[in-house]
């Protein structure tokens, strides 16, 4: 009677992160979708598909580890099972902060990434389940100029397209976007809506989803804005 009651005790334990993992499922599950169908960084995805899996498989090591340990009827190696899994998950858990730090560092925008320069500025507003809200990030290059250079040898030369400089100065994005007037220097757009580099139809879409990236050769800074609604 004993032995029965530990066992059901113990496996009523491991149903308590049962819901932790319901939820870890579906969240890694879509952010690994958001991954796959957008830009993101291959550590990224790979990340959020093992955390899907993680969170996905734990309900089966649970019922295998119950079905044994009831059909044996006592408590082997095999029902540990869940704690084994539980303890992955947290080395999963415990592994995000660095692996975001990283993924932060080493993202490419238009080939500019954060380790290579120095941060000045960065804000990201991007909430909700769509994804709405920008993000901007300035770069002081003065130090690594030549790679600087290197990069921005296939943008476009200033002044912007009309197009683009009626969004960004005709709607004020340039005060989100911490963005000053530049003279001289250079450019690169993208419209994530079509995955082009074109911006003549960029007023004919319902909404923005588009990334700009302007380099002020006079100060030797790298100004980046994403904006999506």
Known sequence: MKKKLLTISFFMFFALPIPVAIFAWFWTSIRFFICMMTDKTLVETVSMFIGALIGGTYIISYLIALFLTCKNKKITKISLLPLFHCAVAVIYVISLTPTAIYISETTEHFGFAKKDFTVVEEIDTHGGFHGDGS???????????????????????????????????????????????????????????????????????????????????????????????
Not at 144 to 164: F, G, H, Y
Not at 182 to 208: C, H, P, V
Request: proline share 2%; glycine share 2%.
């Open 135 to 229: 993000y901007y990030l300035i770069l002081d290059c003065s130090d690594n100029k030549d790679k600087a250079l290197e990069k921005v040898k296939n943008w476009n030369k200033l002044p912007l397209s009309e197009n683009l400089n009626n969004i960004m100065y005709g709607n004020s994005l340039t005060e989100e976007a911490h963005l000053p007037t530049i003279e001289n220097g250079y450019y690169m757009f993208k419209d994530r809506q079509t995955d082009s580099t074109d911006d003549s139809e960029l007023f004919d879409e319902a909404s923005y989803n588009f990334s700009i990236a302007i380099y002020d050769s006079d100060t030797d800074k790298m100004y980046y804005f994403d904006f999506d609604t």
